[in-house]
T-cell receptor
Framework: KAGVTQTPRYLIKTRGQQVTLSCSPI?????VSWYQQTPGQGLQFLFEYFSETQRNKGNFPGRFSGRQFSNSRSEMNVSTLELGDSALYLC???????????????FGDGTRLSIL | DQQVKQNSPSLSVQEGRISILNCDYT??????FLWYKKYPAEGPTFLIS?????DKNEDGRFTVFLNKSAKHLSLHIVPSQPGDSAVYFCAGLEKSRGSQGNLIFGKGTKLSVKP
């Protein structure tokens, strides 16, 4: 069974640009959640989508947005990139929504985003 | 303002003994808690979760205890194995806030299990 796939694995952008990251969940999983990991702030939750609807949301500015398609694949978009957006972006999928089932979340390997 | 605190950055335990990882929280809106494990250079792995209506949840060698009055939860690993050596994160979820509910992580505790 294929795991969670994130593309691209690495990305280099400059300040002011925008970027779109993609996450393909495990087949049958309806929840996709996104996280930012940095050495200074640790692991931070961005948002969760379940059946194409945003379900939970972290404390990130509106420059960070996401969506989920009918096949459960999800994209995350960051506009007007800042140096501080350099991070590893992880997505995770699960059968049920976080907090509403005991189904485990499965994480992808992440997209390493570097802002120059 | 750290809403989820893991006050011990590291913990060292002998193989076969119990590992107890602690987590304190300040946000009374948290109604669901999760524990994750992370090896170096890998993504996190979900371990176990607990709803605020329970005080204990067990899964194999892993047990999570929740003390709501003390705003404290702990993860017990019995018996500890060298393969358990990793960084452990706890997280709290504000389910009741619906679509605005945040999932907030602690900074993690590095567990080292010595053979």
């Amino acid at each position: 069974k294929a795991g969670v796939t994130q593309t691209p694995r690495y990305l280099i952008k400059t300040r002011g640009q925008q970027v779109t990251l993609s996450c393909s969940p495990i087949s049958g999983h309806r929840s996709v959640s996104w996280y930012q990991q940095t050495p200074g702030q640790g692991l931070q939750f961005l948002f969760e989508y379940f059946s194409e609807t945003q379900r939970n949301k972290g404390n990130f500015p509106g420059r960070f947005s996401g969506r989920q398609f009918s096949n459960s694949r999800s994209e995350m978009n960051v506009s007007t990139l800042e140096l501080g957006d350099s991070a590893l972006y992880l997505c995770a999928s699960s059968l049920g929504a976080i907090g509403y089932s005991n189904q485990p979340q499965h994480f992808g390997d992440g997209t390493r985003l570097s802002i120059l | 303002d750290q809403q989820v605190k893991q006050n011990s950055p590291s913990l060292s335990v002998q193989e076969g003994r119990i590992s107890i990882l602690n987590c304190d929280y300040t946000n009374s809106m948290f109604d669901y808690f999760l524990w994750y494990k992370k090896y170096p250079a890998e993504g996190p792995t979900f371990l176990i979760s607990i709803s605020s209506i329970k005080d204990k949840n067990e899964d194999g060698r892993f047990t999570v205890f929740l003390n709501k009055s003390a705003k404290h939860l702990s993860l017990h690993i019995v018996p500890s194995q060298p393969g358990d050596s990793a960084v452990y994160f706890c997280a709290g979820l504000e389910k009741s806030r619906g679509s605005q509910g945040n999932l907030i992580f602690g900074k993690g505790t590095k567990l080292s299990v010595k053979p």
